[in-house]
Nanobody, 115 residues
């Protein structure tokens, strides 16, 4: 079992920045961030493996940066140039090597981009 605890959501104006953090109770192959806006399906934002391989949604490339500290079992998401369409509940997810979707989820943190 892996417990994921997120922090860092909030309200920010368009063009602003936020940083999300997720701490895992133990090491796991891949960690990442997903988001779910009202009325929409949960979608991948960015993932990173223990070796540093990253994957980003096209909608966030160039604006968001995912990073990982393997010694602390943490993953951060630096979000810059935020847009209203980035508003969603952001979830930390973690999975084993051959899983197609996260095996574990955090509780979610709200990110609202609004003036």
């Amino acid at each position: 079992q892996v417990r994921l605890v997120e922090s860092g959501g909030g309200l920010v104006q368009p063009g602003g920045s936020l940083r999300l953090s997720c701490a895992a109770s133990r090491s796991i192959f891949s960690m990442g961030w997903y988001r779910q806006a009202p009325g929409k399906q949960r979608e991948l934002v960015a993932t990173i493996t223990g070796s540093g391989s990253t994957n980003y949604a096209d909608s966030v490339k160039g604006r968001f940066t995912i990073s990982r500290d393997n010694a602390k079992n943490t993953v951060d998401l630096q979000m810059n140039s935020l847009k209203p369409e980035d508003t969603a509940v952001y979830y930390c997810g973690a999975k084993f090597p051959f899983s197609s979707a996260p095996d574990y989820w955090g509780q979610g943190t709200q990110v609202t981009v609004s003036s």
